[in-house]
């Protein structure tokens, strides 16, 4: 399954929040230890943003490696669309923010993902500062019941 977050890090629509860590001159500080956002992204079928929304991307993240390149991640997809309507995939682990693909543990789910295990690559396939607006590819694979 492939879907796309649609990540707005700034203007009167953004998505996700930083909630406590150093900011360089009101800009997210993604890279800098202890910085901890919250989110709540739109995931598309597709990549234009126009596309149909079929779920949200809602959890928190928060830069846990010294050094500023390892994020930790728990992000529940909830899926809105009529197939999987409710149901929701639960995404945990380490995510090298800063690699061109980042593999992150699927460590549950409910309704029609039940007891589901697999894994998620995300991906920047999108990135447009001026506008603080970001595309992640994000294909999931996994085994549910």
């Given at each position: 399954m492939t879907l796309y977050f649609q990540d707005w890090s700034g203007g009167?629509?953004?998505?996700?929040?930083?909630?406590?860590?150093?900011?360089?001159?009101?800009?997210?500080?993604?890279?800098?230890?202890?910085?901890?956002?919250?989110?709540?992204?739109?995931?598309?079928?597709?990549?234009?943003?126009?596309?149909?929304?079929?779920?949200?991307?809602?959890?928190?993240?928060?830069?846990?490696?010294?050094?500023?390149?390892?994020?930790?991640?728990?992000?529940?997809i909830i899926?809105?669309?009529?197939?999987?309507?409710?149901?929701?995939?639960?995404?945990?682990?380490?995510?090298?923010?800063?690699e061109r693909v980042r593999e992150v543990a699927i460590v549950g789910g409910t309704g029609k993902f039940r007891l589901a295990r697999g894994y998620a690559t995300f991906e920047t396939i999108h990135f447009d500062l001026a506008i603080h607006y970001v595309v992640i590819q994000c294909n999931v694979t996994i085994l549910h019941y």
């Open positions: 009167p629509n953004a998505t996700v929040l930083q909630i406590t860590g150093h900011q360089d001159h009101g800009l997210l500080s993604f890279a800098k230890f202890g910085s901890v956002f919250v989110t709540d992204d739109p995931i598309t079928q597709a990549f234009d943003k126009n596309s149909a929304e079929i779920a949200r991307a809602q959890g928190i993240y928060v830069t846990s490696a010294l050094d500023g390149k390892i994020s930790h991640v728990l992000i529940s899926f809105t669309n009529n197939e999987y309507k409710g149901s929701t995939l639960e995404i945990q682990g380490a995510s090298p923010q800063f």
